[in-house]
């Protein structure tokens, strides 16, 4: 798959006439708990030749592919992605933490990781969590046999919510095994032995709900919901100044 990878990339590059600046993972791959057969959740940054800028009318600004069973590939123009960045969207945010990175213009991810807290706001932070874990808690997890790929969405979507929480002024982190630091102890055998399972099973892998483990996720969506209006407002220096260095350097 990395070669796959490699040549999907390249493919886009020669086709669209674009410039890859950043590619990784972004899904349960890079998160730390894939399944044996997790496709491979590739989302990457580009950019145009610097006269694709210069028109009146902006261009499209994200490239989407069909899915298939191996491969989810995804990008974002530079100046959209340094837009999203200055708003604090947490998709973002992610991708420039992913530990499993595909290709990368040499010191491209060094030069935007300075601008994250600047750009960073936990109430928008917190309203992506709680949106990815509302699902969990009113649709995936009711029944008596649930998803297993499902449950560890909506975990992790649990402790980022209660990381921006407990560190407002602090960009969750996207691995799982960091933000299992605030998991409560009395869960932690659970959830061990339904990491064992899910690294073994398909996607598709059911199990009996967890009773005291959606329980949790039912709690931290009440305290995330109650957390929404009394979050800090961080006062950060405005990054659009620098942010339009960044863009101007890396077309």
């Not at 990784?24 to 030749?49: L, M, N, Q, T």
């Not at 990175?101 to 109430?123: D, I, M, S, T």
Request: hydrophobic fraction near 45%; aromatic fraction near 10%; charged fraction near 25%.
């Amino acid at each position: 798959m990395p070669a796959r990878i490699q040549a999907a990339l390249a493919a886009l590059e020669a086709t669209h006439g674009i410039r890859v600046l950043y590619a990784c993972e972004s899904g349960s791959r890079a998160w730390g708990f894939p399944s044996p057969d997790s496709d491979y959740d590739v989302r990457f940054i580009y950019s145009h030749p610097a006269h694709w800028y210069l028109t009146l009318d902006e261009g499209p600004d994200t490239l989407n592919f069909p899915i298939d069973d191996e491969l989810d590939l995804a990008g974002w123009e530079l100046r959209k992605a340094l837009k999203l960045l200055r708003g604090s969207n947490a998709a973002l945010f992610e991708w420039l933490q992913s530990p499993v990175v595909y290709q990368e213009a040499p010191g491209f991810r060094a030069a935007l990781e300075p601008w994250l807290p600047a750009g960073w706001n936990p109430r928008a932070g917190l309203h992506h969590y709680l949106g990815q874990l509302r699902r969990g808690v009113t649709d995936d997890l009711t029944g008596e046999q649930v998803r297993l790929k499902r449950l560890f969405y909506a975990l992790r979507s649990a402790l980022a919510a209660r990381w921006i929480q407990h560190h407002p002024d602090q960009v969750p982190p996207m691995e799982f095994a960091l933000l299992r630091e605030l998991l409560p102890p009395e869960l932690n055998d659970t959830v061990d032995e339904l990491l064992a399972r899910k690294a073994t099973a398909d996607e598709k892998t059911t199990v009996p709900r967890p009773a005291a483990l959606v329980a949790y996720l039912q709690q931290a969506y009440d305290a995330g919901q109650n957390a929404r209006a009394i979050l800090p407002v961080l006062r950060r220096p405005e990054p659009t100044p620098a942010l339009d260095a960044v863009f101007r350097a890396w077309l």
